[in-house]
């Protein structure tokens, strides 16, 4: 479901002297909107992905949580805790890469809507494929969750397309837009996850 976004922020501005001084108690109380959790944690990884690989090998885990945490030591080794390290060290890797998809309009939705189209290859056919994608706007300091996508997925093939990621423009503002897809693939009875982040463009589509 869409969420209510664009919260105001109050900003005290003098003209004489440094110019900006800092917000205002107002502005310091509202100044993290509720969808922007989980911001630095993308800004992080968003970082992180666009000096490193683009794709993402799907990695064995025992959870979500755990392959999270060896994907992030794979990206950023100089920052992972030696526990994380030790998963990533001994990383097992299934059969299939996710791709990242740039974000663009729409032609389907009159060039209204902003879509992403992640891809999953893989060398022989797995028991099933599924993406998770969320779309996030920079709003001031923040990435701000417009909307969550779950995949429908697919079963034993060797490719899935993610095609229902559809953002409904609010307005015609220019709005820096990125995204992440987290997939998750299961082969020979084990469960394997890979992540990767929609670099960020600018659209003009409002959030």
Known sequence: MRKMRKALVTFVVT??????VAPSAAATDRERPEEAAGSE???????AAQTGAQTSRYVKASSPEQAMRILDALQSPQTASPSDKALAAN???GPCTLKPSVIHLRTSGDR???????????EVPVTSIRHDTDLRYKWWLWWSLADSYPGPGNQNQKRYEQKNVAWRCNGADSTTWAGTTVG????GGETYYARVYQTPVDKDCGA
Request: charged residues 5%; aromatic residues 10%.
């Open 15 to 20: 003209i004489a002297g440094a110019g900006l």
């Open 41 to 47: 944690e993308f800004a992080a990884g968003l970082q």
């Open 91 to 93: 990383v097992q890797y």
């Open 112 to 122: 209204n809507t902003l879509g992403a189209k992640p891809v999953t290859t893989c």
């Open 184 to 187: 998750t693939m299961v082969f």
